[in-house]
């Protein structure tokens, strides 16, 4: 029986993952006069925090300035995109749907995301996720996380509930990874990224759907 749900936001809430893209883009070509290869951003962008992100695009010479500095300046690129893009700035189709099932059942809920602090605040302000959800119970990269893992164990303690008890959505396969690592094994992926088959054979996936109107 599911006694928690945890929500990754980025891809799976808000599919905005042209826009993180976009930014990083940007960054790299400020950092190193390039621009991200695919290989790089499912291997090394996709569900990292960004301090990682920076050492590495750093070659692990990154300061804790240099890391501060550029990881709020793409996080302003990336609002800045999220804004001119208003055609598509909403939540995933049946998510507010399904956080009234959720409450209906009383079954807590709360996000993991590898977003900052600014980008959750402008989430809650944009989408209303206060209506839903506590906002101080939102785990966010605060930069003391390495990856998800604990991101995803702050989470359950946060709903009081044991992780293993716990549905995590996701959207990335590093999230996936992270969240089977953390102990959970009931995975659902948003299939954002058109990788149905290979998620389907990754150890907790229960489901891969495209939108929340599938669990309704």
Partial sequence: MIKGVIFDFNG???????KHVKAWGAISRLLRNKDITDEELHKHFNGVPNQKIIQYMKNNQATKEDIDYYSKLKEKYYRQFCKEDQ??????EGSYDYFKQLKEQKI?????SASIKENIDFFVESFHLDKWMKVDDIIYDNGTYQNKIAMFKDAALK???????????????SGIENAYQAGCRRIIVVNSA????????MPGVIKVID????LL
């Fill in 87 to 92: 055609a598509t700035f909403h939540l995933v």
């Fill in 12 to 18: 799976t809430l808000f599919f905005d993952n042209d």
């Fill in 159 to 173: 709903l009081n509930v044991n992780i293993k008890d716990c549905l995590i959505v996701e959207d990335s396969k």
């Fill in 108 to 112: 807590p809920f709360t996000i993991a």
């Fill in 194 to 201: 058109n990788n149905k088959k290979e998620y389907e054979k």
């Fill in 211 to 214: 939108d929340f109107k599938e």
